[in-house]
């Protein structure tokens, strides 16, 4: 168990940045995966970066090249930094930790807002 909270967003013009950041209650080493989710008004939650505690890393496609997933284990804490903003990344963007692929049980937080205006 772990408590998670978000931090970052906030409202930016398109072509900007911004970097979000999670902070864990705890040791983040026992989660192999530690992801970034977004939901945009209306539609369904989406897998947006997950990084592994080796460094492996993923990213869907929309934000790939854009985005950059990181996690410093030290001090408990992912990272997302985004840059080239587009207004179709609005969305609440969460914060999520999964110990195994497998695993269903996953921590979140509860999010942080992220609004690109055109």
């Known amino acids: 168990q772990v408590q998670l909270v978000e931090s970052g967003g906030g409202l930016v013009q398109a072509g900007g940045s911004l970097r979000l950041s999670c902070a864990a209650s705890g040791s983040i080493r026992s989660f192999n995966f530690m992801n970034w989710y977004r939901q945009a008004p209306g539609k369904q939650r989406e897998l947006v970066a997950y990084?592994?505690?080796?460094?492996?890393?993923n990213y869907a496609d929309s934000v790939k090249g854009r985005f950059t997933i990181s996690r410093d284990n030290a001090k408990n804490t992912v990272y997302l930094q985004m840059n080239s903003l587009k207004p179709e990344d609005t969305a609440v963007y969460y914060c999520?930790?999964?110990?195994?692929?497998?695993?269903?049980?996953?921590?979140w937080g509860q999010g942080t807002q992220v609004t690109v205006s055109s």
């Open positions: 990084i592994t505690v080796g460094g492996f890393t």
């Open positions: 999520a930790a999964r110990p195994t692929a497998g695993a269903n049980f996953a921590s």
